[in-house]
């Protein structure tokens, strides 16, 4: 599978790390959206200076609204130097919930951009992952030939199930609203000098919203060291939807519906015409 095999133990938190400490903790905030731009061609005149090129505005799908004023007076840190602070921010938005624990304590907004960017692509930079890996072995029933993956597996999230049925999206908000111009840049740091990273948010939400719920047994093949779908098109699925398939309808589902709360508030704003 995308993110590393199926029977190896250091698997990684599939979405709830990768959506509440990726989607949902590590998010930044509302309170900026940057413009960037192309240079248009110009032609100069006859006898008079080259004329000035004009920088359009890119389009933004989904601007934020402005943080709120207690907010846009305190400083934030350099994003090399925000680890303490965005971990201080997770822990108390958690209300005693222990999601800090699960947070690799490192370069957690650089981590939680690469994550996000890529959950709709085959495969996640695993060096790079906000959270820790998954406690227990993966457990398939059957041989390299044909298996399917053992319920039990899902229980392996529930601790982690656990903090993000408890998490109040609007106090993540809170720190999506604080953080976001960090998140901002680490997106533009990535290559997009011209994104906007809550629109990619959006669309990688949107992405995971979509994934097919798998009810009935989900057959695995075993062609070299790991387990993959038995389903070519499962197989060919984004890293993202395989995390969420993987652990069980019921998870699954509770993953969608605070992902649904979260898409409805970082969508509020109107689209700037």
Same mark, same amino acid.
Request: hydrophobic share 45%; no cysteine.
């Given at each position: ?139 398939? @029933?059957? @041989? ?38 960090? $998140? ?14 809550? @629109? ?13 719920? #798998?009810?009935?047994? #989900? ?42 709360? $979260?898409?409805?508030? #970082? ?7």
């Amino acid at each position: 599978m995308a993110y590393g095999d199926f029977d190896r133990p250091s698997n990684r938190k599939p979405l709830i790390g990768a959506a509440i400490a990726v989607a949902v903790a590590g998010l930044g905030g509302w309170f900026y959206w940057y413009t960037h731009h192309v240079p248009l061609p110009t032609v100069p005149a006859a006898d008079q200076p080259e004329a000035e090129a004009t920088l359009p505005a890119a389009r933004i799908e989904h601007p934020m609204p402005a943080a709120p004023d207690e907010a846009a007076k305190t400083a934030l840190p350099e994003l090399n130097d925000s680890d303490q602070a965005i971990i201080e921010a997770l822990r108390n938005a958690a209300a005693g919930a222990p999601l800090v624990q699960y947070l690799v304590p490192e370069s957690v907004i650089r981590h939680v951009v690469v994550t996000v960017d890529n959950l709709p692509r085959q495969k996640i930079a695993v060096d790079k992952r906000p959270v820790t890996p998954t406690m227990g072995a993966f457990i398939a @029933d059957g @041989d390299e030939l044909h298996a399917t993956l053992d319920k039990r597996n899902f229980k392996r999230y529930e601790p982690l199930m656990d903090v993000l049925r408890k998490a109040d999206m609007q106090r993540f908000a809170g720190v999506y609203v604080r953080f976001y111009p960090l $998140l901002q840049k680490a997106y533009q740091d990535l290559g997009y000098p011209t994104g906007y990273f809550n @629109d990619r948010l959006v669309q990688v939400i949107d992405m995971l919203l979509a994934t097919p719920q #798998i009810t009935g047994p #989900i057959e695995l093949v075993r062609p070299n060291v790991m387990y993959v779908f038995a389903d070519p098109k499962l197989e060919a699925l984004p890293a993202g939807q395989k995390l969420l398939i993987r652990m069980g309808a019921d998870n699954a589902a509770a993953v969608k519906a605070k992902l649904m709360e $979260l898409r409805a508030i #970082i969508t509020a704003a109107a689209p700037k015409r």
